[in-house]
């Protein structure tokens, strides 16, 4: 028996990790560097292997753990199952080991490529065109049913070798199955569920959103293509608002809206990278109000859901990765790694590795309501508020098999088949060439989205929780998907695709029904609370939504406030590129504070050019005014809805204009047109 235990190790599961060992080399080899659009990030690299030089090595080593596991691992299952299934040990067993282990491989990330085919695009079809045929071939030329069918052989064969290698295998094999089929039973019978509170009082208020959503592509609004059975069917229980915004169209600053019912000058958060100091802290957030009240309250997302855990709202607790720079190196390395991804995809592999749920790459959309489920389930007697935010639709559009698949053009070449990929200088001619294609990708992220939120309403249905659970489906912006030939979220005012949102409330008693009046983001969270039969905070802005949800009105008259966030890049193409006040790019505007885990901030001395530089506008459900500071001086644009779209036109609305005049003067000092920042009030 010792024997063949050694011979086990040292002839299946050491080949077996020496072939691992050299895969992982060659993706060392081939995958270092950090780009940008495709394009090298010197500057980035540079400080990578530089400052942040061990967090690198250290992340390099626990992958290098893992694919020496696995390989150990499979090399030894195969060289067990030979023997078990032949009754006798291969000729040459260390070259039937590393080539078996290396076949099973093969197979598994086939069926990965197949499932994520996103991950492995710079690994495969970005690297000539023998590759880019073989990955479209696993995703285009191939069924699923193959792949499952190679895992149910592989299980058999397992089971078979286990059956003949000895009796006494067998015996602890049928024990061991008896006792965890035991403990099984046990443990469904001695822990339940906890109590979900929720009461006609004090309902559950559950918040869902997937990011960069638009209303106008859900079946509810007209769309021609099923991107949304189930937001459809939802829609027909709901109070669905046609004419929701956001003031600014970026994940951060959008939900410290929500969050606070402010706007982004009361609140602070003004872009993607705020210092410490000007993320919620010591504000006034729905958790907070909430906790007060009694409730539990969590927070649950994948990758575009790392602000969560940057901001101070105040939840009891938050499940979504971790941004800052040593985190960006961890997400990094496992990207260069994609090989190694197939093993790595289920609870234990998250565990080990926390920063998959970073990777843009793979769509994490299953794994957040696996954790929204769970989290609605740990009740405690209280009643819950939970946002779930999906990062389904966030560029790069990515979905999992089948949802990539389902609307594209399958003659389509490249990455650009499975993802949204595009240059760090894209011309307008490169976008729209690729527009047909990236529309399609889009609707399917939106269909990935929605069988995840049929999941939720569900399990919802199914634990008895529809008539005391407030659901409120929304998103945190929109996208620009070619209009003005520009794509993307934030970084302009023209037209309504960035800032116009989905808005959907279902709550026991309320019918219903739909309402064209204009509504903001910020309304929400003052609007919830009263819903809920709490007295809101003076702290929260915003206008009641009450009367428009229990249909007394149609509109409230209310005026949408909205400004761009920070331009990442310092020129491009685009018309916003050219006319506005420049700043240097993100790169050099940001920095890494090693006193606040590596986080990645604007420095305090562009904070203020970043601000007066911001694109400002007030809007009506018809018409719009926007403000564009330039070097030359300041440019005022109007703009009207026609056939659902907005147009340019000459004509100022004096109304908007003066609401907009009052906006930047809440924002700062205007002087000779500009928003300047106000001086600091100097101390008695």
Not at 220 to 240: E, I, K, L, M
Not at 343 to 362: H, K, R, V
């Amino acid at each position: 028996m010792r024997s063949s235990a050694r011979l086990v190790l040292l002839r299946g599961a050491l080949p077996g990790a020496a072939v691992f060992a050299a895969l992982f080399a060659a993706d060392l080899a081939l995958g270092g560097g950090f780009k940008v659009f495709g394009e090298e990030a010197r500057g980035i690299t540079e400080k990578v292997f530089g400052e942040y030089l061990w967090t690198t090595v250290a992340a390099q080593l626990r992958i290098l753990g893992a694919f020496l596991f696995v390989g150990g691992l499979l090399g030894a299952a195969v060289l067990l199952c030979w023997r078990g299934l032949l009754g006798r040990w291969p000729g040459h067993p260390a070259f039937a080991a590393a080539s078996l282990a290396l076949l099973v491989h093969s197979l598994a990330v086939a069926a990965h490529v197949q499932l994520h085919p996103q991950l492995y695009a710079e690994g495969l079809c970005m690297r000539g065109p023998f590759l880019a045929a073989l990955q479209k071939t696993i995703t285009h030329g191939l069924p699923r049913w193959p792949f499952h069918a190679a895992l149910l052989l592989g299980l058999a064969l397992i089971v078979g070798a286990v059956l003949r290698f000895r009796r006494t295998v067998l015996v602890a094999t049928l024990v061991a199955t008896l006792v965890a089929a035991l403990a099984a039973v046990l443990a469904f019978s001695l822990i339940r569920p906890g109590t979900n509170g929720g009461s006609p009082a004090r309902p559950n208020i559950l918040v869902v959103a997937n990011d960069s959503m638009r209303p106008d592509r859900l079946g509810f609004n007209g769309y021609g293509r099923p991107t949304s059975p189930r937001v459809d069917a939802f829609s027909r229980q709901a109070v669905v608002f046609d004419e929701a915004y956001v003031p600014l169209a970026r994940t951060f600053p959008s939900w410290a809206t929500i969050l606070t019912g402010r706007l982004p000058h009361e609140h602070g958060v003004r872009h993607m990278f705020p210092r410490p100091e000007h993320r919620l802290r010591g504000a006034v957030t729905l958790p907070r109000v909430l906790g007060q009240a009694g409730y539990r309250t969590a927070a649950v997302a994948d990758y575009a859901g790392d602000v969560f855990p940057r901001m101070d709202a105040g939840f009891e607790t938050v499940e979504a990765p971790d941004f800052n720079f040593p985190a960006l190196i961890r997400q990094r390395s496992l990207n260069a790694h994609a090989q190694i991804m197939p093993y790595l995809e289920n609870s234990i592999g998250l565990a080990l590795f926390p920063d998959i749920l970073e990777i843009a790459e793979m769509a994490h959309a299953g794994t957040t309501t696996d954790s929204l489920l769970a989290r609605i389930d740990a009740g405690d007697g209280r009643p819950f508020f939970i946002v779930a935010f999906y990062s389904s639709s966030h560029f790069p559009y990515v979905a999992p098999y089948p949802y990539y698949r389902l609307f594209g053009d399958p003659t389509a070449e490249g990455p650009g088949l499975y993802m949204r990929y595009r240059k760090l200088r894209e011309s307008a001619l490169e976008l729209r060439a690729g527009a047909k294609q990236m529309n399609a990708l889009f609707d399917g992220t939106i269909r990935a989205f929605d069988d995840q939120f049929g999941r939720v309403l569900d399990h919802l249905a199914r634990r008895g929780l529809d008539d005391r659970t407030v659901v409120v489906l929304l998103a945190d912006h929109g996208e620009m998907l070619g209009e003005y030939d520009t794509t993307g979220h934030g970084d302009h005012l023209r037209g309504r695709e960035a800032h116009k949102v989905p808005l959907l409330v279902r709550a026991p008693g309320l019918a219903a029904h739909r309402v064209p009046g204009l509504v903001r983001t910020q309304d929400l969270a003052r609007t919830l609370t009263k819903l809920v039969g709490i007295e809101p905070p003076s702290a929260f802005g915003g206008a009641d939504l009450g009367p428009l949800l229990r249909g007394e009105r149609s509109t409230l008259q209310l005026v949408g406030l909205g400004e761009t966030g920070i331009w990442f890049t310092s020129g491009g193409g685009e018309f916003f590129e050219r006319e506005r006040i420049p700043y240097p790019d993100l790169t050099v505007i940001a920095e890494t504070r090693p006193d606040f885990h590596g986080e990645v901030c604007v420095r305090p001395d562009w904070d203020d050019l970043v601000v007066v530089a911001k694109h400002r506008a007030a809007w009506s459900e018809t018409r719009k005014v926007i403000y564009a500071p330039a070097p030359a001086g300041i440019v005022r644009e109007s703009m009207h809805v026609e056939n659902g779209r907005e147009v340019m036109d000459g004509a100022i609305d004096p109304a908007l204009s003066r609401e907009l005049d009052a906006f930047m003067a809440a924002d700062g000092e205007v002087v000779g047109g500009y928003v300047l920042p106000r001086a600091p009030v100097a101390e008695p």
